[in-house]
């Protein structure tokens, strides 16, 4: 699994899980499956096209975590991304907020990407 980290304006784009989901109505990262014939980079703007409607550059890897969950392990690989399109469609998601680093935490993340919440705050909220 893929996750952005879609900064802009110095916020970041916050996803909310849709009710009718696994995990419903936490928040993430938005991102998806790597296809078996894709980078990690090429599954996240694929997904990201799918699900928002927006197009992304992808740049450097944050972290890599895995998660137990009841109905299996997930191991999430998250990026910063720079948008390059203005609006945001829900096609997947219920809805989207922008925060800035210091209030990821106001939201009920999914525990996948809690780790990548921490690398976060280390790299902006240690300065």
């Not at 894709?38 to 703007?45: D, N, V, Y």
Request: with cysteine.
């Amino acid at each position: 699994m893929v996750g952005a980290v879609i900064m802009h304006e110095d916020r970041i784009l916050c996803a909310q899980r849709s009710f009718q989901s696994s995990l419903p109505g936490f928040w993430e990262f938005p991102g998806g499956k790597v296809e078996e014939d894709e980078t990690p980079r090429q599954a996240l703007e694929r997904e990201l096209e799918e699900e928002l409607n927006i197009s992304v550059n992808v740049g450097d890897e944050i972290t890599t975590a895995a998660h137990k969950y009841e109905f299996g392990t997930v191991i999430l690989t998250t990026f910063y991304c720079e948008l390059l399109s203005e609006e945001v469609t829900l096609t997947e998601h219920e809805s989207v907020v922008w925060l800035a680093p210091n209030e990821l935490r106001t939201l009920e993340w999914a525990p996948a990407d809690l780790p990548t919440i921490s690398a976060i705050e280390g790299r902006f909220l240690s300065e």
